[in-house]
């Protein structure tokens, strides 16, 4: 499995940009499928981009066209591009990494708040 930290959360008015990072490190980072996920207090954590060890990529509905999942293996790092932020962006978003084999996604980070408010 791998160990997973993210950064780059913050405070941002409505309309502007982050950019998330999310650092792998304790084995083979170019093997795993990479996502972000978000969750707040009253739903449901929902995926919000993933992709794959190819660089296939697919994004949760409501983030379509304004966020950008991307990785840099050689980084062992992947990271979330957000532009166009609403205040329902509003979350904790969390990285997680999925074992070549397994059916979901194992290993979690500890998540970044994101707060899109004027």
């Known amino acids: 499995q791998v160990q997973l930290v993210e950064s780059g959360g913050g405070l941002v008015q409505p309309g502007g940009s982050l950019r998330l990072s999310c650092a792998a490190s304790?084995?083979?980072?170019?093997?795993?499928?990479m996502a972000w996920y978000r969750q707040t207090p009253r739903k449901q954590r929902e995926l919000v981009a993933a992709?794959?060890?190819?660089?296939?990529?697919n994004y949760g509905y409501s983030v379509k066209g304004r966020f950008t999942i991307s990785r840099d293996n050689a980084k062992r790092s992947v990271y979330l591009q957000m532009n166009s932020l609403k205040p329902e962006d509003t979350a904790v978003y969390y990285c997680?990494?999925?074992?070549?084999?397994?059916?979901?996604?194992?290993?979690w980070g500890q998540g970044t708040q994101v707060t899109v408010s004027s």
């Open positions: 997680a990494a999925q074992r070549p084999g397994d059916i979901g996604f194992g290993s």
């Open positions: 304790g084995s083979v980072f170019s093997a795993y499928a």
């Open positions: 992709i794959s060890s190819g660089g296939e990529t």
